[in-house]
């Protein structure tokens, strides 16, 4: 009965491990399922091949040379074609495959948390990017020229690094074991002479060995730190020895060990921290995936707005210029009748040349603004010719609602923590720096690791009829040995302790402190995140205000000017005033325009920004993660 009860707890070890092990390809390994193996066929087929051509919507809104769009069309098109976006769409299967190792028991490689902003562009009329400033603030006409935009860095993307946990990753903590079984397999013969200073030992003078071997084993490792190795060991050996009882005779064993920690790297919390952070990291870049969406949204959204805002100021202009057309004629005319000094001809014709020359600015901010906002719509760029001579007719105006509710700044500032996701990825964040930190704290503790041995022997060879003393039941082939090893006629087994107490263990102490240390700074980064998204929202409340409080002063002082002008008009035309007044009010209409302008431009972008530092841009612009995800899969 106890040889029988022996037999069955060594068999049911093996069945143990041998169920543990993942049989089919969509069997995750170790102690999660659901994820294929990387050795598995067909992994890297599901790594989709990049596609940099156009979605043809674009080509679908040109028409007659020019790109009609809308802003629907422009956020559908960033969508599609947008490459941050593209990018950002990579990182979450990039998450997957660390899901991946740390099932198999592998540390994270981590991902990443940099972002990218759409580019500034050159801003709206009277922008600070926009340089003109004799024709936006004086009364007198002139003009200036516009710088590179290069030195203003209006080309380039802002990176954004959403990173709370900082550059210094945290220590890996205690080692985790490997999940994913392993079988080695080990075959070998040998030939082996050997000279003999005694013959009495072998019975010859030089012992001739051929010996071959054929061992197995597989070893895994399981959530609770339990370490489980089977190992078959089969050895065959024909010597010449005249003294050995069996000759060739065939040894084999099949012996189970199990380790199991008792204190450090004891538990399932512990040993599946990585995949508990792997998991995290999953939501991570899907949050950090929206925030992409909502940054690449945002952007487009101002500059198609300033867009709008500069190609109506080029209409302005464009009125500007016939005005002083006009003023030039009419000038002409007195000063051919003898009512006017030919001096004002002069004046009208130089404020000709002004407002030519501030058109010529407008349109060439206005062409700078279609180029970037082309290739932030557009995976080649400039690079398709169909697209890069075609120009951008934005189909939207700006408009500012008579009246808009604007809900209480606590309320808003409510939805601005619940919704954000930077805010939910930076959270997840310091959840994994406190599992992490698990790790730290189990790596202080001393070594206690309970040990089991079961094993199973056989020996079975041919008698040797020249020695005395063979057993007949060893005397047999392979399969004697094999009777012997399942039926635990020679069985071995033990159990022990091992303990290892360190006397100092300053490496893990200091790494413990330091990643205690570095979860404080990632709760301090939190805070600062935190209180920005506050003064975010707060900020872009202020810039509405502003912005509506701006355009209902510059729709008043427009009206006034247009009165001005057309009574100085009809007194410059019995007369009664000259060029050079009629062009100081007309500069003071053009500069009212591009205030008026500028500021429903303000209040647009003070607008979305206010969308944006809530979380509600997306939902606001019927925009789902969902598909927008799922558009290339």
């Known amino acids: 009965m106890l040889r029988s009860g022996r037999r069955s707890g060594l068999s049911a070890g093996l069945a143990f491990l041998l169920a543990s092990a993942p049989v089919t390809a ?87 948390f940099v972002l990218a902003e759409v580019p500034a562009g050159v801003g709206g009329p009277l922008s600070p990017l926009v340089t003109n400033p004799a024709s936006a603030s004086s009364v007198t006409p002139g003009t200036a020229v516009a710088t590179n935009p290069l030195e203003l860095g209006v080309l380039g993307e802002v990176q954004t690094n959403l990173s709370v946990q900082g550059t210094i990753p945290q220590s890996n903590g205690t080692p985790v074991a490997i999940f994913d079984p392993a079988l080695v397999g080990q075959l070998n013969w040998t030939h082996q002479t050997t000279p003999q200073t005694n013959t009495v030992v072998s019975g010859a003078n030089s012992l001739i060995s051929s010996i071959g071997a054929a061992n197995v084993g597989i070893a895994q490792g399981f959530s609770t730190g339990t370490q489980v190795s089977l190992a078959f060991d089969n050895n065959h050996q024909s010597v010449n020895s005249l003294r050995n009882n069996y000759n060739p005779f065939t040894g084999s064993s099949l012996g189970l060990t199990v380790t199991q920690p008792l204190w450090r790297g004891f538990g399932p919390s512990l040993n599946r921290r990585f995949i508990h952070i792997a998991n995290n990291n999953q939501k991570i870049t899907s949050l950090l995936f929206e925030q992409q969406l909502i940054a690449t949204v945002y952007g487009v959204t101002r500059l198609y707005t300033d867009l709008v805002a500069l190609y109506e100021d080029v209409k302005n202009k464009e009125e500007s210029l016939a005005l002083t057309q006009k003023l030039f004629t009419d000038t002409q005319a007195q000063v051919e009748e003898g009512t006017l000094a030919r001096v004002e001809m002069t004046r009208a014709n130089a404020a000709v040349f002004s407002s030519r020359q501030d058109l010529i600015n407008s ?27 075609a120009r951008i007719i934005p189909t939207d105006s700006l408009s500012i609602p008579e009246k808009e509710e604007i809900r209480p700044i606590q309320d808003l500032l409510s939805d601005a923590m619940a919704r954000r996701p930077d805010l939910s990825q930076a959270n997840l ?70 303990v290892t107490l360190p006397i100092r263990n300053r490496v893990a102490e ?47 002082a427009r009206l006034l000017q247009e009165e001005s002008l057309d009574a100085e008009q009809q007194k410059f035309a019995v007369g009664a005033s000259t060029s050079f007044f009629v062009i100081q009010y007309e500069s003071l209409l053009a500069q009212a325009k591009s205030t008026e302008v500028a500021a429903k431009s303000a209040y647009v972008k003070a607008r979305a920004a206010l969308q944006r530092a809530t979380g509600a841009i997306l939902s606001d612009s019927n925009i789902t993660v969902e598909s927008a995800y799922q558009y290339h899969r």
């Open 429 to 498: 964040q310091i959840e994994n720096s406190e599992i992490g930190l698990k790790g730290s704290r189990n790596a202080v503790r001393p070594e206690v690791d309970l040990v089991g041995v079961a094993q199973n022997n056989g020996l079975a060879g041919t008698a040797n009829p020249l020695a005395p003393g063979a057993d007949a039941s060893l005397t047999g082939g392979y399969g004697t040995a094999l009777d012997q090893i399942f039926t635990r006629k020679f069985p071995t087994y033990g159990i022990g302790l091992q």
């Open 510 to 556: 200091a790494d413990l402190a330091r990643d205690e240390i570095q979860l404080r700074q990632t709760q301090i980064r939190m805070r600062q995140l935190q209180n920005q998204a506050r003064l975010e929202v707060e900020d872009a409340l202020i810039a509405m205000r502003r912005a509506r409080s701006s355009y209902e002063a510059a729709v008043q």
């Open 26 to 112: 969509g069997q995750g390994p170790g102690p999660d399922h659901g994820a294929p193996r990387l050795g598995s066929p067909g992994v890297s087929s599901r790594v989709r091949p990049l596609n940099f051509e156009n979605s043809a919507r674009i080509h679908d809104l040109i028409r007659s040379g020019n790109l009609y769009l809308s802003l629907s069309d422009a956020l559908a098109l960033a969508i599609e074609n947008n490459l941050d976006i593209e990018l950002q769409r990579f990182s979450i299967p990039v998450a997957d495959t660390d899901v991946l190792r740390a099932q198999g028991g592998g540390t994270l490689r981590g991902v990443p």
């Open 363 to 389: 349109r060439g901010l206005l062409e700078e603004q279609e180029a970037i906002l082309k290739t932030v719509l557009t995976k080649t760029g400039n690079q398709d010719p169909q697209l890069q001579s």
